[in-house]
Structure formats: structure tokens, C-alpha cells
């Protein structure tokens, strides 16, 4: 922006008024889109997280208390019912004590995710961060979602080089035909936002082309459109 306003010294209130209109019309349309994601990807994770505590806890003698502490405040996040999933309901432990008390174990680590998810939904962007960077799901699909969820956070913050990089990261799963396109989506969304707009056009003609049936893919035709991309094969 600021190149083209030095080129064209008599033209810059134009330009900067276009610039921001742009930028508002894409932020617009993140938002918008974001709460249709959050939807999908709440809904899903619920099976893969549900399958990752099943097979990574319960088989694990070892873990038999931790995870037992954990089902309750599980049922709590699956219900929305997220200030008992965080801290307890006087009788149940929340994610946060059993952070305290098994930090250490598998079960500890899941729960950092799941705080993380939850202070992202209850709009405490810095807990969020926070949990979701202590969480390690090195190996499982619950990793590309914790990554996901990481960029909606640094987006929240105004982070937008942070919501690419974990956006990318989110994304990268390249046989992934779930999350990798979600992602792709808010990817190219936050490029638009940075004014990387070549970037954006490739995460979206990725989504064109590799994820075909998605539903992301049903608007991308008009996402491209908007960039001045038609009739693309």
C-alpha cells in the first residue's frame, strides 16, 4: 500500500480508501465464514478428540485416574457447558486441576487442548494461546486441529502473521479432506487480510483442485472471483 502511494502521490487518499474498504470486506467475510467453520470443526472434533482419549488414555493402565477425571469435564465441553469444563463443578475436577495435578501424563496434555478450545470459544484469546501451545498432539489429527484453533487465536489477537503460520500448519495434511480444506480456507481468508493476495489465490485454487468435494469448495469459485480469477479449469 504504501509503495503504490508514493508512485502515485495524487492518488493516495483514493487508493487508501479502496485498501480499506477491501480489507473491511475480507474481514467481513472471515468473520462470517469463521462462525460456520467453528460449527463443523466443534462438531467433528468431539469424535476425534473422543477417539485420540480413547486410544491414547484408556488403554494405559497407567492413566486410569486421569482419564477417569477427565470424563466429566469432557461431557461438560461437549454440551458447552464451558466454565465446569474449565474449572469443575465442586464435585468433578475441571481441565485446569487436572492440568495441576497430572501435567505430566497423556491426560494432562489432552487437557491442555481442551482448555485452549475452550478460552478460544469464551473469547480469552492470551489462555488460549496459552493451553493450546502447551499441548502436544505430535502424531494424531488432534494436532492439525490444535494448530487450527491456535490461528483462529493469534487472528483474534490481530496476529495475523501467527494465524498464517498455524493456519498453514493446520492445513498441511495434504490427504486430510476434512480439516485441510477448512483451514485452506481460513488460510487464503488471512492472506487476503495481509495482503498477500498471490498466497490467497494459491490456498485457494488448492482447495479447487485437491478437495473438489469439500464444502469449501462450493463458494471457492466465487472466493477466486473476487481476486479477478475466472474460468479456472
Known sequence: MADRARNNPNNTANNAGDDMETFNNVTNYYEKNKKRINLIVGTVLVVVVGYFGYTTLYQQPNEEKAATAMMTAQRYFQTDSLNYALNGDGQHQGFLNII?????????????????????????FDNAIKHLEDFNGKGTLVAY?????????????????????????????ADDELYAPIYLQRLAMAYEMNNQNDDAKDAY???????????EAQTVDKDLARMGVVDVQ
Do not use: C, F, H
Not at 146 to 151: E, M, P, Q, R, T
Open 145 to 173: 486441529a490444535a494448530w487450527g484453533a491456535l490461528g483462529d487465536a493469534y487472528m483474534e489477537k490481530g496476529n495475523i502473521a501467527k494465524g498464517i503460520d498455524n493456519y498453514k500448519k493446520a492445513a498441511s495434511k
Open 100 to 124: 495441576r495435578k497430572y501435567g505430566s501424563t497423556p491426560s494432562g496434555n489432552l487437557a491442555n487442548y481442551y482448555a485452549g478450545v475452550s478460552y478460544l470459544q469464551m473469547g480469552d
Open 205 to 215: 485454487l488448492k482447495i479447487k483442485n485437491n478437495y473438489p468435494t469439500s464444502t
